[in-house]
């Protein structure tokens, strides 16, 4: 679209929106006292303050605007990316926390449109949890699941301990040790109830199967583990106790 080409400036998502508001009855005026946009209609005031971008400091200053009103908004160019995105819904989920409203103007040749995406008002931190108890819970599995702490926060681009690695570096160690078993054997020895999955999805292929049901350490696994010598050096410590495993 030819629009698209245009230099756009923050004043351009004003007339949509004045047009909007102006059609709803407010009584709408620019720059008022450092507001963007302003709306008066009897004594419902409502603001809006218009970016190009959606940043940190139009958040900042709209979260100000909120002790005038709880009638705030932002306005904002449709983005080019995916309103579907991660990004996108991550965006509006931290303008709802705040308790924002969004605007988002788009240009056509036909002209300016602008749309609300949702309205300002507070958000229901509750009804927030309930909907993210199935990731709490997996937040809280994987935290107690972990033996020690092998991970720097803040850390990107770089191997992390998990739960399920730990899982696999523990079979490693056993099947190391005492060469190939069964899943039963090695659940017995202690690794755990997602043993079998483990061994059949085989993600870090450190394992083969060498007949039905039982599994051995490939050479990829041995040289792999030396990678991780604390995690390898705790689970070979745990099962030292092991002096023979029921064939």
Not at 13 to 24: K, N, V
Not at 83 to 96: A, E, N, V
Not at 195 to 221: A, H, Q, V
Request: glycine share 6%; hydrophobic share 35%; proline share 3%.
């Amino acid at each position: 679209m030819k629009s698209n080409k245009i230099k756009r400036y923050e004043v351009d998502l004003f007339d949509p929106i004045e047009r909007y508001f102006t059609a709803l009855g407010y009584d709408v005026h620019g720059e008022v006292n450092d507001c963007d946009v302003t709306a008066l209609k009897d004594d419902e005031l409502v603001i809006v303050e218009l970016k190009l971008t959606l940043n940190v400091e139009l958040l900042i200053q709209a979260t100000k605007r909120l002790r005038l009103t709880k009638a705030v908004y932002i306005a904002i160019p449709k983005p080019a990316y995916s309103l579907r995105s991660k990004k996108w819904k991550d965006s509006c989920h931290l303008i709802r926390k705040i308790g924002l409203g969004l605007i988002i103007v788009s240009f056509q040749d036909s002209g300016e449109k602008m749309d609300i995406v949702f309205e300002p008002g507070p958000f229901d931190n509750v009804k927030s949890m309930r909907q993210s108890k199935k990731k709490r819970n997996e937040l809280v599995m994987e935290i107690n699941g972990r033996q020690g702490n092998y991970n720097v926060g803040g850390s990107s681009q770089t191997k992390l301990m998990t739960t399920y690695k730990q899982n696999c570096i523990h079979i490693a160690c056993s099947l190391e040790r005492f060469g190939p078993l069964s899943a039963k054997q090695l659940r017995d020895i202690g690794t755990g109830e997602k043993t079998s999955s483990i061994l059949i999805k085989n993600y870090y292929g450190w394992f083969e199967r060498i007949r039905r049901g039982t599994y051995c350490i490939t050479e990829k696994g041995i040289s792999e583990l030396k990678e991780y010598p604390g995690m390898a050096d705790f689970y070979s410590k745990s099962i030292e106790h092991i002096s023979e495993i029921e064939k």
